[in-house]
Protein backbone atom coordinates (compact mmCIF):
# COMPACT_ATOMS: atom_id res chain seq x y z
CA UNK A 1 0.00 0.00 0.00
CA UNK A 2 1.10 3.65 -1.26
CA UNK A 3 0.78 6.19 1.24
CA UNK A 4 -0.63 9.90 -0.37
CA UNK A 5 -1.26 13.36 1.50
CA UNK A 6 -4.12 14.50 -0.86
CA UNK A 7 -5.74 12.16 -3.53
CA UNK A 8 -8.21 13.24 -5.74
CA UNK A 9 -10.57 11.08 -7.67
CA UNK A 10 -11.25 12.98 -11.41
CA UNK A 11 -9.87 15.35 -13.46
CA UNK A 12 -12.91 17.30 -14.48
CA UNK A 13 -13.83 20.99 -13.67
CA UNK A 14 -14.14 20.16 -9.72
CA UNK A 15 -10.97 17.65 -9.56
CA UNK A 16 -9.07 20.17 -11.65
CA UNK A 17 -9.98 22.98 -9.51
CA UNK A 18 -9.35 21.17 -6.47
CA UNK A 19 -5.74 20.39 -7.63
CA UNK A 20 -5.27 23.83 -8.76
CA UNK A 21 -6.43 25.48 -5.41
CA UNK A 22 -4.06 23.21 -3.20
CA UNK A 23 -1.26 23.66 -5.35
CA UNK A 24 -1.52 27.00 -4.78
CA UNK A 25 -1.27 26.53 -1.08
CA UNK A 26 1.98 24.65 -1.54
CA UNK A 27 0.15 20.95 -1.06
CA UNK A 28 0.59 18.25 -3.88
CA UNK A 29 -2.35 16.39 -4.83
CA UNK A 30 -2.41 13.30 -6.10
CA UNK A 31 -5.01 13.08 -9.05
CA UNK A 32 -6.57 9.93 -10.54
CA UNK A 33 -8.65 9.58 -13.65
CA UNK A 34 -9.31 7.21 -16.12
CA UNK A 35 -9.19 9.21 -19.69
CA UNK A 36 -6.08 9.74 -21.21
CA UNK A 37 -6.13 13.39 -20.64
CA UNK A 38 -7.56 16.35 -18.25
CA UNK A 39 -10.98 17.44 -18.54
CA UNK A 40 -13.38 15.30 -17.86
CA UNK A 41 -16.39 14.68 -19.93
CA UNK A 42 -17.55 18.04 -20.20
CA UNK A 43 -14.40 19.99 -21.15
CA UNK A 44 -13.22 16.39 -23.17
CA UNK A 45 -10.56 17.53 -25.49
CA UNK A 46 -9.71 15.74 -28.63
CA UNK A 47 -7.39 13.11 -29.41
CA UNK A 48 -5.25 14.71 -31.78
CA UNK A 49 -3.95 18.21 -29.51
CA UNK A 50 -2.82 19.81 -32.75
CA UNK A 51 -6.26 21.72 -34.00
CA UNK A 52 -7.34 23.28 -30.33
CA UNK A 53 -9.70 26.42 -31.00
CA UNK A 54 -8.09 29.37 -30.10
CA UNK A 55 -7.16 30.51 -26.40
CA UNK A 56 -9.34 32.84 -24.55
CA UNK A 57 -7.18 35.91 -23.87
CA UNK A 58 -7.80 35.86 -20.21
CA UNK A 59 -10.88 35.18 -17.70
CA UNK A 60 -13.12 38.10 -17.54
CA UNK A 61 -13.17 38.04 -21.62
CA UNK A 62 -14.50 34.40 -21.13
CA UNK A 63 -18.04 33.95 -21.93
CA UNK A 64 -18.52 30.55 -22.96
CA UNK A 65 -18.24 27.08 -21.34
CA UNK A 66 -15.67 25.49 -23.40
CA UNK A 67 -13.36 28.82 -22.96
CA UNK A 68 -13.76 28.32 -19.16
CA UNK A 69 -12.98 25.09 -19.64
CA UNK A 70 -9.40 25.86 -21.47
CA UNK A 71 -8.57 28.20 -19.12
CA UNK A 72 -8.88 25.67 -16.60
CA UNK A 73 -7.03 23.19 -17.95
CA UNK A 74 -4.17 25.37 -18.62
CA UNK A 75 -4.07 26.38 -15.12
CA UNK A 76 -3.79 22.64 -14.47
CA UNK A 77 -1.20 22.02 -16.88
CA UNK A 78 0.50 25.11 -15.16
CA UNK A 79 0.77 23.06 -11.82
CA UNK A 80 1.37 20.49 -13.22
CA UNK A 81 4.85 20.49 -11.42
CA UNK A 82 3.09 20.62 -8.16
CA UNK A 83 0.65 17.48 -8.77
CA UNK A 84 1.11 14.32 -9.60
CA UNK A 85 -1.15 12.88 -12.15
CA UNK A 86 -2.01 9.47 -12.43
CA UNK A 87 -3.89 9.65 -15.85
CA UNK A 88 -5.87 6.22 -17.74
CA UNK A 89 -5.76 4.97 -14.31
CA UNK A 90 -9.56 3.45 -12.99
CA UNK A 91 -10.10 3.47 -9.54
CA UNK A 92 -12.60 0.50 -8.83
CA UNK A 93 -12.49 0.08 -5.40
CA UNK A 94 -12.23 1.91 -1.85
CA UNK A 95 -11.59 0.27 1.42
CA UNK A 96 -12.56 2.42 4.43
CA UNK A 97 -11.50 4.63 5.81
CA UNK A 98 -9.68 6.08 2.81
CA UNK A 99 -7.70 3.61 1.14
CA UNK A 100 -8.52 3.63 -3.07
CA UNK A 101 -7.69 0.57 -5.40
CA UNK A 102 -6.34 1.83 -8.67
CA UNK A 103 -5.82 -0.29 -11.90
CA UNK A 104 -3.40 1.18 -14.73
CA UNK A 105 -1.36 -0.11 -17.59
CA UNK A 106 1.07 -2.00 -15.06
CA UNK A 107 -1.19 -3.58 -12.74
CA UNK A 108 -2.80 -2.32 -9.91
CA UNK A 109 -1.97 -1.11 -6.18
CA UNK A 110 -4.00 0.26 -3.48
CA UNK A 111 -3.21 4.08 -2.61
CA UNK A 112 -4.07 5.06 1.24
CA UNK A 113 -4.95 8.47 1.03
CA UNK A 114 -4.42 11.21 4.07
CA UNK A 115 -8.05 13.12 2.25
CA UNK A 116 -9.45 12.12 -0.63
CA UNK A 117 -11.64 14.29 -2.72
CA UNK A 118 -13.94 12.31 -4.99
CA UNK A 119 -14.92 14.31 -7.85
CA UNK A 120 -16.18 11.34 -10.19
CA UNK A 121 -18.75 13.51 -12.06
CA UNK A 122 -22.21 11.87 -13.07
CA UNK A 123 -23.55 10.03 -16.26
CA UNK A 124 -26.67 10.15 -18.20
CA UNK A 125 -29.94 8.62 -17.15
CA UNK A 126 -32.01 7.31 -20.15
CA UNK A 127 -35.86 5.81 -19.17
CA UNK A 128 -36.00 2.57 -21.14
CA UNK A 129 -38.46 2.43 -24.03
CA UNK A 130 -39.10 0.18 -26.95
CA UNK A 131 -36.09 -0.08 -29.18
CA UNK A 132 -33.67 1.47 -26.88
CA UNK A 133 -30.95 -1.33 -26.95
CA UNK A 134 -30.81 -0.86 -30.87
CA UNK A 135 -27.64 -0.42 -32.27
CA UNK A 136 -27.04 3.48 -33.13
CA UNK A 137 -29.10 4.75 -30.13
CA UNK A 138 -26.83 6.54 -27.74
CA UNK A 139 -26.51 9.20 -25.39
CA UNK A 140 -26.29 12.62 -25.89
CA UNK A 141 -22.83 12.52 -23.92
CA UNK A 142 -21.58 9.66 -26.11
CA UNK A 143 -22.26 11.60 -29.10
CA UNK A 144 -20.26 14.52 -28.07
CA UNK A 145 -17.65 12.68 -26.99
CA UNK A 146 -17.33 10.79 -31.03
CA UNK A 147 -17.26 14.57 -32.34
CA UNK A 148 -15.68 16.17 -29.72
CA UNK A 149 -12.99 13.76 -28.70
CA UNK A 150 -12.97 11.50 -31.58
CA UNK A 151 -13.94 13.74 -34.20
CA UNK A 152 -16.41 10.99 -36.05
CA UNK A 153 -19.58 12.12 -36.88
CA UNK A 154 -22.04 9.72 -34.77
CA UNK A 155 -24.14 9.78 -37.98
CA UNK A 156 -25.94 11.15 -40.87
CA UNK A 157 -29.43 12.18 -39.98
CA UNK A 158 -29.57 12.23 -36.29
CA UNK A 159 -32.56 12.89 -33.94
CA UNK A 160 -32.37 13.49 -30.04
CA UNK A 161 -34.76 13.55 -27.63
CA UNK A 162 -35.10 13.69 -23.98
CA UNK A 163 -34.59 16.51 -21.56
CA UNK A 164 -32.50 18.94 -20.36
CA UNK A 165 -30.44 21.96 -22.03
CA UNK A 166 -27.98 19.63 -22.94
CA UNK A 167 -29.77 17.91 -25.44
CA UNK A 168 -29.78 21.46 -27.32
CA UNK A 169 -25.82 21.69 -26.53
CA UNK A 170 -25.35 18.41 -28.40
CA UNK A 171 -27.16 19.20 -31.20
CA UNK A 172 -25.38 22.39 -31.44
CA UNK A 173 -22.28 20.28 -31.84
CA UNK A 174 -23.55 17.88 -34.27
CA UNK A 175 -24.92 20.83 -36.57
CA UNK A 176 -21.73 22.40 -36.27
CA UNK A 177 -20.21 19.31 -37.26
CA UNK A 178 -21.97 18.97 -40.50
CA UNK A 179 -24.99 16.03 -39.24
CA UNK A 180 -28.20 16.90 -40.32
CA UNK A 181 -30.27 16.61 -37.58
CA UNK A 182 -33.86 15.30 -38.04
CA UNK A 183 -35.16 16.99 -34.72
CA UNK A 184 -35.43 17.62 -30.91
CA UNK A 185 -38.09 15.88 -28.78
CA UNK A 186 -37.75 18.10 -25.59
CA UNK A 187 -40.43 16.45 -22.80
CA UNK A 188 -40.54 19.83 -21.11
CA UNK A 189 -42.99 22.12 -22.74
CA UNK A 190 -41.69 25.77 -23.29
CA UNK A 191 -43.89 26.84 -20.54
CA UNK A 192 -42.22 24.77 -18.30
CA UNK A 193 -39.07 26.50 -18.80
CA UNK A 194 -40.31 30.22 -18.85
CA UNK A 195 -42.17 29.52 -15.16
CA UNK A 196 -38.18 28.92 -14.33
CA UNK A 197 -36.64 32.34 -15.19
CA UNK A 198 -36.37 33.83 -12.43
CA UNK A 199 -34.22 31.23 -10.95
CA UNK A 200 -32.48 30.97 -14.68
CA UNK A 201 -31.93 35.18 -14.33
CA UNK A 202 -29.29 33.61 -11.89
CA UNK A 203 -26.70 33.04 -14.15
CA UNK A 204 -27.60 35.07 -17.37
CA UNK A 205 -24.90 33.65 -19.38
CA UNK A 206 -25.36 30.79 -19.39
CA UNK A 207 -28.95 31.52 -20.05
CA UNK A 208 -28.04 33.98 -22.89
CA UNK A 209 -26.03 30.86 -23.86
CA UNK A 210 -28.68 28.80 -24.27
CA UNK A 211 -30.49 31.31 -26.23
CA UNK A 212 -28.11 31.43 -28.48
CA UNK A 213 -27.62 27.78 -29.23
CA UNK A 214 -31.75 27.53 -29.48
CA UNK A 215 -31.47 30.40 -32.01
CA UNK A 216 -29.08 28.71 -33.96
CA UNK A 217 -31.09 25.83 -34.52
CA UNK A 218 -33.84 27.19 -35.30
CA UNK A 219 -32.25 29.67 -38.33
CA UNK A 220 -30.88 25.70 -39.18
CA UNK A 221 -34.57 24.85 -39.23
CA UNK A 222 -34.18 22.23 -36.70
CA UNK A 223 -37.32 21.44 -35.36
CA UNK A 224 -37.41 21.38 -31.72
CA UNK A 225 -40.37 19.58 -30.44
CA UNK A 226 -41.26 21.16 -27.14
CA UNK A 227 -43.71 18.56 -24.62
CA UNK A 228 -42.87 15.74 -26.75
CA UNK A 229 -41.18 11.97 -25.73
CA UNK A 230 -39.39 9.42 -28.12
CA UNK A 231 -41.59 6.37 -27.55
CA UNK A 232 -39.85 3.87 -29.77
CA UNK A 233 -36.70 3.11 -31.64
CA UNK A 234 -37.54 1.07 -34.90
CA UNK A 235 -34.79 -1.22 -37.09
CA UNK A 236 -33.44 -4.84 -37.35
CA UNK A 237 -30.22 -4.42 -36.38
CA UNK A 238 -29.96 -0.95 -36.00
CA UNK A 239 -31.86 2.00 -35.38
CA UNK A 240 -33.64 3.71 -38.86
CA UNK A 241 -37.03 4.81 -37.58
CA UNK A 242 -37.87 7.05 -34.59
CA UNK A 243 -41.68 7.22 -33.29
CA UNK A 244 -42.43 10.41 -31.47
CA UNK A 245 -45.46 12.31 -29.52
CA UNK A 246 -46.40 14.80 -27.91
CA UNK A 247 -46.59 14.00 -24.34
CA UNK A 248 -48.42 15.67 -21.19
CA UNK A 249 -46.60 17.28 -18.38
CA UNK A 250 -46.03 13.38 -16.68
CA UNK A 251 -44.68 12.52 -19.74
CA UNK A 252 -47.43 10.15 -20.94
CA UNK A 253 -47.61 10.08 -24.96
CA UNK A 254 -50.88 10.93 -27.01
CA UNK A 255 -50.46 7.83 -29.23
CA UNK A 256 -52.94 9.42 -31.69
CA UNK A 257 -51.11 12.05 -32.76
CA UNK A 258 -47.54 10.08 -32.90
CA UNK A 259 -45.03 10.83 -36.10
CA UNK A 260 -42.26 8.84 -37.40
CA UNK A 261 -39.12 10.06 -38.24
CA UNK A 262 -36.77 8.48 -40.53
CA UNK A 263 -32.69 8.44 -39.01
CA UNK A 264 -29.39 6.42 -38.61
CA UNK A 265 -28.96 7.39 -35.22
CA UNK A 266 -30.75 8.65 -31.85
CA UNK A 267 -29.44 10.21 -29.03
CA UNK A 268 -31.43 10.08 -25.75
CA UNK A 269 -31.38 11.17 -22.73
CA UNK A 270 -33.24 12.81 -19.27
CA UNK A 271 -30.20 14.60 -17.71
CA UNK A 272 -27.61 12.84 -15.32
CA UNK A 273 -27.30 10.98 -12.39
CA UNK A 274 -24.60 11.82 -9.72
CA UNK A 275 -21.54 8.90 -9.25
CA UNK A 276 -21.74 7.78 -6.19
CA UNK A 277 -20.09 4.08 -5.71
CA UNK A 278 -16.94 4.97 -4.10
CA UNK A 279 -18.80 7.42 -1.63
CA UNK A 280 -21.10 4.42 -1.34
CA UNK A 281 -18.04 2.04 -0.05
CA UNK A 282 -16.64 4.45 1.88
CA UNK A 283 -19.72 4.48 4.06
CA UNK A 284 -20.28 8.41 3.16
CA UNK A 285 -23.92 8.92 4.27
CA UNK A 286 -26.30 9.27 1.25
CA UNK A 287 -29.98 12.09 0.45
CA UNK A 288 -31.98 11.87 -2.12
CA UNK A 289 -32.89 15.14 -3.75
CA UNK A 290 -34.67 14.93 -7.15
CA UNK A 291 -33.30 18.44 -8.26
CA UNK A 292 -30.05 16.73 -8.38
CA UNK A 293 -30.43 13.73 -9.88
CA UNK A 294 -31.27 11.69 -7.01
CA UNK A 295 -28.91 9.98 -4.46
CA UNK A 296 -26.37 11.96 -3.61
CA UNK A 297 -23.77 12.38 -0.38
CA UNK A 298 -24.66 14.29 2.35
CA UNK A 299 -22.09 17.19 2.20
CA UNK A 300 -21.39 19.81 5.30
CA UNK A 301 -21.05 23.61 3.53
CA UNK A 302 -16.90 22.42 3.87
CA UNK A 303 -18.21 19.77 0.91
CA UNK A 304 -16.53 17.14 3.71
CA UNK A 305 -18.93 14.30 3.80
CA UNK A 306 -19.88 12.24 6.93
CA UNK A 307 -16.82 10.51 6.87
CA UNK A 308 -13.90 12.36 8.07
CA UNK A 309 -11.35 13.19 5.28
CA UNK A 310 -13.60 12.29 2.60
CA UNK A 311 -14.68 15.51 0.82
CA UNK A 312 -16.80 16.15 -2.65
CA UNK A 313 -16.38 18.50 -5.42
CA UNK A 314 -18.44 18.72 -8.61
CA UNK A 315 -21.72 16.44 -10.12
CA UNK A 316 -21.14 13.60 -8.16
CA UNK A 317 -22.29 15.39 -5.24
CA UNK A 318 -25.55 16.39 -6.70
CA UNK A 319 -25.36 17.42 -10.42
CA UNK A 320 -25.54 21.57 -10.78
CA UNK A 321 -22.62 21.72 -14.04
CA UNK A 322 -19.26 22.52 -14.75
CA UNK A 323 -19.41 25.78 -12.98
CA UNK A 324 -20.75 25.11 -10.00
CA UNK A 325 -18.21 21.83 -10.07
CA UNK A 326 -15.69 24.21 -10.61
CA UNK A 327 -16.41 26.73 -7.65
CA UNK A 328 -17.08 23.61 -5.74
CA UNK A 329 -13.64 22.05 -6.77
CA UNK A 330 -11.94 25.48 -4.91
CA UNK A 331 -14.19 24.79 -2.02
CA UNK A 332 -13.33 21.47 -1.49
CA UNK A 333 -9.43 22.26 -2.14
CA UNK A 334 -9.55 25.06 0.36
CA UNK A 335 -11.04 22.48 3.03
CA UNK A 336 -8.68 20.15 2.82
CA UNK A 337 -5.53 23.01 2.57
CA UNK A 338 -7.29 24.00 5.97
CA UNK A 339 -7.32 20.80 7.64
CA UNK A 340 -4.21 20.47 6.60
CA UNK A 341 -2.94 23.63 8.18
CA UNK A 342 -1.97 25.21 4.85
CA UNK A 343 -4.00 27.90 5.11
CA UNK A 344 -4.85 29.81 8.61
CA UNK A 345 -8.84 30.38 9.36
CA UNK A 346 -8.52 33.95 8.62
CA UNK A 347 -7.42 33.08 4.90
CA UNK A 348 -9.88 29.91 4.73
CA UNK A 349 -12.77 32.46 5.97
CA UNK A 350 -11.69 35.37 3.46
CA UNK A 351 -11.95 33.08 0.35
CA UNK A 352 -14.81 31.41 1.61
CA UNK A 353 -16.78 34.54 1.81
CA UNK A 354 -15.87 35.34 -1.76
CA UNK A 355 -16.76 31.74 -3.24
CA UNK A 356 -20.04 30.54 -1.04
CA UNK A 357 -22.46 33.62 -2.87
CA UNK A 358 -20.80 32.38 -6.13
CA UNK A 359 -21.72 28.76 -5.52
CA UNK A 360 -25.26 29.88 -4.58
CA UNK A 361 -25.86 31.64 -7.59
CA UNK A 362 -24.86 29.23 -9.95
CA UNK A 363 -26.69 26.40 -7.80
CA UNK A 364 -30.09 28.69 -7.82
CA UNK A 365 -29.34 28.17 -11.41
CA UNK A 366 -28.87 24.63 -11.37
CA UNK A 367 -32.12 24.11 -9.90
CA UNK A 368 -34.21 25.95 -11.88
CA UNK A 369 -32.69 24.53 -14.55
CA UNK A 370 -33.24 20.97 -13.15
CA UNK A 371 -36.44 21.66 -12.18
CA UNK A 372 -37.97 22.81 -15.58
CA UNK A 373 -36.35 19.78 -16.90
CA UNK A 374 -37.14 17.43 -14.27
CA UNK A 375 -37.59 13.94 -15.85
CA UNK A 376 -41.24 13.49 -15.77
CA UNK A 377 -42.70 11.18 -13.64
CA UNK A 378 -44.35 8.58 -15.79
CA UNK A 379 -41.54 8.48 -18.26
CA UNK A 380 -40.49 4.78 -17.20
CA UNK A 381 -44.48 4.01 -18.45
CA UNK A 382 -42.92 3.73 -21.65
CA UNK A 383 -41.26 0.83 -20.93
CA UNK A 384 -43.21 -2.01 -22.29
CA UNK A 385 -43.22 -5.74 -20.43
CA UNK A 386 -41.19 -7.01 -22.56
CA UNK A 387 -38.78 -4.01 -22.89
CA UNK A 388 -35.30 -4.34 -21.02
CA UNK A 389 -34.60 -2.44 -18.29
CA UNK A 390 -31.17 -3.77 -17.08
CA UNK A 391 -29.20 -3.54 -20.08
CA UNK A 392 -26.55 -5.84 -18.74
CA UNK A 393 -28.81 -8.90 -17.60
CA UNK A 394 -31.36 -7.69 -20.18
CA UNK A 395 -34.05 -8.46 -17.63
CA UNK A 396 -37.44 -6.76 -18.64
CA UNK A 397 -40.14 -4.60 -17.14
CA UNK A 398 -42.39 -7.36 -16.73
CA UNK A 399 -39.79 -9.71 -14.88
CA UNK A 400 -38.96 -6.35 -12.28
CA UNK A 401 -42.70 -6.09 -12.03
CA UNK A 402 -43.47 -9.93 -11.42
CA UNK A 403 -40.67 -9.83 -8.62
CA UNK A 404 -42.20 -6.83 -6.78
CA UNK A 405 -46.04 -9.02 -6.94
CA UNK A 406 -43.59 -11.87 -5.22
CA UNK A 407 -43.10 -9.86 -2.81
CA UNK A 408 -39.33 -7.95 -3.91
CA UNK A 409 -39.07 -4.34 -2.86
CA UNK A 410 -35.62 -3.57 -2.45
CA UNK A 411 -32.31 -3.41 -4.79
CA UNK A 412 -31.28 -6.47 -2.57
CA UNK A 413 -34.31 -8.31 -3.15
CA UNK A 414 -34.83 -7.65 -6.91
CA UNK A 415 -31.57 -8.20 -7.44
CA UNK A 416 -31.38 -11.94 -6.04
CA UNK A 417 -35.00 -12.33 -7.62
CA UNK A 418 -34.05 -11.63 -11.47
CA UNK A 419 -30.87 -10.35 -11.75
CA UNK A 420 -30.91 -6.69 -12.42
CA UNK A 421 -27.74 -5.21 -11.60
CA UNK A 422 -25.75 -8.10 -11.17
CA UNK A 423 -24.01 -7.42 -14.56
CA UNK A 424 -20.73 -5.58 -15.11
CA UNK A 425 -22.16 -2.05 -14.77
CA UNK A 426 -23.51 -3.01 -11.72
CA UNK A 427 -26.79 -1.12 -11.92
CA UNK A 428 -25.49 2.20 -13.09
CA UNK A 429 -27.36 2.27 -16.37
CA UNK A 430 -30.85 0.69 -15.02
CA UNK A 431 -31.06 1.57 -11.38
CA UNK A 432 -32.82 4.74 -11.75
CA UNK A 433 -35.39 3.57 -13.93
CA UNK A 434 -35.79 0.41 -11.93
CA UNK A 435 -36.30 2.68 -8.84
CA UNK A 436 -38.82 4.34 -10.07
CA UNK A 437 -40.74 1.15 -11.84
CA UNK A 438 -40.55 -0.36 -8.04
CA UNK A 439 -41.72 2.90 -6.43
CA UNK A 440 -45.11 2.97 -8.61
CA UNK A 441 -45.24 -0.70 -8.35
CA UNK A 442 -45.14 -0.28 -4.93
CA UNK A 443 -46.67 2.95 -4.27
CA UNK A 444 -44.11 3.97 -2.53
CA UNK A 445 -41.71 6.79 -4.07
CA UNK A 446 -37.72 6.09 -5.81
CA UNK A 447 -35.98 7.48 -2.58
CA UNK A 448 -38.32 4.97 0.05
CA UNK A 449 -36.83 1.77 -2.67
CA UNK A 450 -33.45 0.50 -0.86
CA UNK A 451 -30.88 1.00 -3.57
CA UNK A 452 -29.00 -2.02 -4.89
CA UNK A 453 -25.42 -2.42 -3.01
CA UNK A 454 -22.52 -1.71 -4.15
CA UNK A 455 -19.34 -4.00 -3.98
CA UNK A 456 -15.78 -3.55 -5.29
CA UNK A 457 -14.68 -3.97 -8.05
CA UNK A 458 -17.17 -1.27 -9.16
CA UNK A 459 -15.59 -1.55 -12.52
CA UNK A 460 -14.63 -5.22 -13.81
CA UNK A 461 -11.38 -5.64 -13.60
CA UNK A 462 -9.43 -8.57 -14.75
CA UNK A 463 -9.00 -11.71 -12.71
CA UNK A 464 -5.67 -12.23 -13.91
CA UNK A 465 -4.32 -8.68 -13.13
CA UNK A 466 -5.51 -9.14 -9.34
CA UNK A 467 -3.45 -11.76 -9.12
CA UNK A 468 -0.67 -9.76 -10.23
CA UNK A 469 -0.62 -6.12 -8.44
CA UNK A 470 2.55 -3.99 -8.18
CA UNK A 471 2.02 -4.35 -4.44
CA UNK A 472 1.10 -7.36 -2.26
CA UNK A 473 -2.75 -7.53 -1.70
CA UNK A 474 -3.84 -6.74 1.49
CA UNK A 475 -7.37 -7.14 1.38
CA UNK A 476 -9.49 -9.99 0.48
CA UNK A 477 -11.39 -9.35 -2.92
CA UNK A 478 -15.00 -10.39 -4.14
CA UNK A 479 -14.53 -11.90 -7.68
CA UNK A 480 -14.72 -9.68 -10.82
CA UNK A 481 -17.98 -10.24 -12.34
CA UNK A 482 -16.60 -10.00 -15.74
CA UNK A 483 -13.30 -12.97 -15.67
CA UNK A 484 -11.37 -11.94 -18.74
CA UNK A 485 -8.39 -14.21 -20.35
CA UNK A 486 -5.55 -14.24 -22.68
CA UNK A 487 -4.71 -16.60 -25.31
CA UNK B 1 -8.77 -10.62 -47.12
CA UNK B 2 -12.46 -8.19 -47.21
CA UNK B 3 -12.72 -5.09 -46.44
CA UNK B 4 -15.42 -2.68 -44.82
CA UNK B 5 -16.88 -0.22 -46.71
CA UNK B 6 -14.93 3.02 -45.78
CA UNK B 7 -17.53 5.98 -44.81
CA UNK B 8 -14.29 7.50 -43.42
CA UNK B 9 -15.12 10.36 -46.17
CA UNK B 10 -18.43 11.08 -44.36
CA UNK B 11 -17.89 10.14 -41.16
CA UNK B 12 -14.53 11.20 -40.32
CA UNK B 13 -14.52 15.20 -39.45
CA UNK B 14 -11.57 17.36 -41.30
CA UNK B 15 -8.80 18.23 -39.09
CA UNK B 16 -5.39 16.20 -38.03
CA UNK B 17 -5.37 12.80 -36.85
CA UNK B 18 -2.48 10.29 -36.17
CA UNK B 19 -1.10 7.77 -38.10
CA UNK B 20 -2.93 5.59 -40.65
CA UNK B 21 -3.29 2.18 -39.36
CA UNK B 22 -5.34 -1.03 -39.56
CA UNK B 23 -6.84 -3.47 -36.96
CA UNK B 24 -9.24 -6.31 -37.98
CA UNK B 25 -12.82 -6.93 -37.16
CA UNK B 26 -14.13 -10.44 -37.49
CA UNK B 27 -11.51 -10.73 -39.80
CA UNK B 28 -12.20 -7.80 -41.66
CA UNK B 29 -9.68 -4.59 -42.28
CA UNK B 30 -10.43 -1.54 -40.64
CA UNK B 31 -9.11 1.73 -41.34
CA UNK B 32 -8.35 3.59 -38.08
CA UNK B 33 -6.01 6.32 -36.99
CA UNK B 34 -3.60 6.44 -34.19
CA UNK B 35 -5.50 7.99 -31.15
CA UNK B 36 -8.84 6.57 -32.01
CA UNK B 37 -10.89 3.96 -29.77
CA UNK B 38 -11.64 0.66 -31.11
CA UNK B 39 -15.39 2.11 -30.93
CA UNK B 40 -15.49 4.91 -33.10
CA UNK B 41 -13.09 3.77 -35.42
CA UNK B 42 -15.93 1.13 -36.00
CA UNK B 43 -18.42 3.52 -35.73
CA UNK B 44 -16.83 5.46 -38.17
CA UNK B 45 -16.85 2.71 -40.89
CA UNK B 46 -20.42 2.27 -40.63
CA UNK B 47 -20.20 -0.56 -37.94
CA UNK B 48 -23.14 -0.21 -35.47
CA UNK B 49 -23.48 -3.62 -33.57
CA UNK B 50 -20.56 -4.94 -31.64
CA UNK B 51 -22.10 -8.23 -29.98
CA UNK B 52 -25.26 -9.90 -29.53
CA UNK B 53 -26.80 -10.61 -26.12
CA UNK B 54 -26.68 -14.19 -24.00
CA UNK B 55 -30.19 -14.24 -23.20
CA UNK B 56 -32.67 -12.67 -26.18
CA UNK B 57 -29.61 -13.02 -28.85
CA UNK B 58 -30.07 -8.95 -29.65
CA UNK B 59 -27.25 -6.86 -31.07
CA UNK B 60 -26.23 -3.79 -28.91
CA UNK B 61 -23.34 -1.51 -29.68
CA UNK B 62 -21.89 1.77 -27.95
CA UNK B 63 -24.06 3.43 -25.97
CA UNK B 64 -22.72 5.51 -23.64
CA UNK B 65 -18.90 6.00 -25.04
CA UNK B 66 -17.54 7.20 -21.53
CA UNK B 67 -16.99 3.48 -20.03
CA UNK B 68 -19.74 3.26 -17.89
CA UNK B 69 -22.59 1.11 -19.36
CA UNK B 70 -20.25 -1.91 -20.93
CA UNK B 71 -22.62 -2.08 -24.08
CA UNK B 72 -19.69 -1.99 -26.36
CA UNK B 73 -17.68 -4.99 -24.93
CA UNK B 74 -15.43 -6.82 -27.19
CA UNK B 75 -12.91 -9.95 -27.75
CA UNK B 76 -8.86 -7.65 -27.78
CA UNK B 77 -6.42 -9.76 -29.61
CA UNK B 78 -8.29 -12.82 -27.55
CA UNK B 79 -9.44 -10.85 -24.21
CA UNK B 80 -12.89 -10.76 -23.79
CA UNK B 81 -15.21 -8.00 -22.35
CA UNK B 82 -12.61 -5.11 -23.53
CA UNK B 83 -15.25 -1.98 -23.38
CA UNK B 84 -14.36 -0.80 -27.53
CA UNK B 85 -15.12 2.60 -26.21
CA UNK B 86 -11.89 3.02 -24.42
CA UNK B 87 -9.63 0.71 -26.05
CA UNK B 88 -6.92 2.55 -28.00
CA UNK B 89 -7.22 1.03 -31.74
CA UNK B 90 -3.42 -0.58 -32.34
CA UNK B 91 -1.96 -1.82 -35.40
CA UNK B 92 -2.65 -5.45 -35.88
CA UNK B 93 -4.67 -5.12 -33.12
CA UNK B 94 -7.48 -8.40 -33.51
CA UNK B 95 -10.89 -6.95 -32.53
CA UNK B 96 -13.77 -10.10 -32.92
CA UNK B 97 -17.57 -9.49 -31.56
CA UNK B 98 -18.84 -11.35 -29.11
CA UNK B 99 -21.88 -13.42 -29.98
CA UNK B 100 -24.21 -14.44 -27.52
CA UNK B 101 -21.66 -14.64 -24.71
CA UNK B 102 -22.47 -14.24 -21.19
CA UNK B 103 -20.13 -12.99 -18.40
CA UNK B 104 -19.34 -16.13 -16.76
CA UNK B 105 -18.35 -17.40 -20.42
CA UNK B 106 -16.04 -14.61 -21.39
CA UNK B 107 -12.95 -16.46 -21.54
CA UNK B 108 -10.31 -16.71 -24.42
CA UNK B 109 -11.53 -18.54 -27.51
Not at chain 1, 450 to 465: A, H, K, Q, Y
Amino acid sequence: VTARQIVIVGAGPAGMSAAVTLAETGLRATVIDDNPRPGGQIYRQSAWPTDEPAKPDNAARSTTLSDRGTLLRERFERAAGKLEVLAGASVWGLFPPRTVAVSHGEGWELIEAGQLVLACGAYEFVSPFPGWTLPGVLTPGGAQTLVKSQRVRPGKRVFLAGTGPFLLVVAHTLLAAGVEVAGVAETARRRDVARRLPGLLANPRLLAQGSRYLRELRRAGVPIHWGHVVTSAHGADRVDEVTFAPCDGAGRPDGRRQRREAVDTLCVGYGFVPRIELHRLAGCEIAYDELQGGWRPALEHSLETSVEGIWTAGDCGGVAGAVAAELSGEVAGLGVARRLDALDEAGYQRRMANLKPQLARVRRFAQALNRAYLPPRRITDLAQPETVVCRCEEVTRGEIEAAVEHGGNSGRTIKVMTRLGMGPCQGRMCWPAASRMIADKTGRRPEEVEPLSVRPPTMPVCLGDLMQPRQEPQLSLSPSPLPCSSN
Amino acid sequence: MQSLPDFTDFARLPGSRGAALSFTFDGQNVPAYDGETVAAALWATGRRGLRTTPRRDEPRGAFCLIGVCFDCLVRVDGRANVRACQQPVRDGMRVESQRGENDGAGGGP
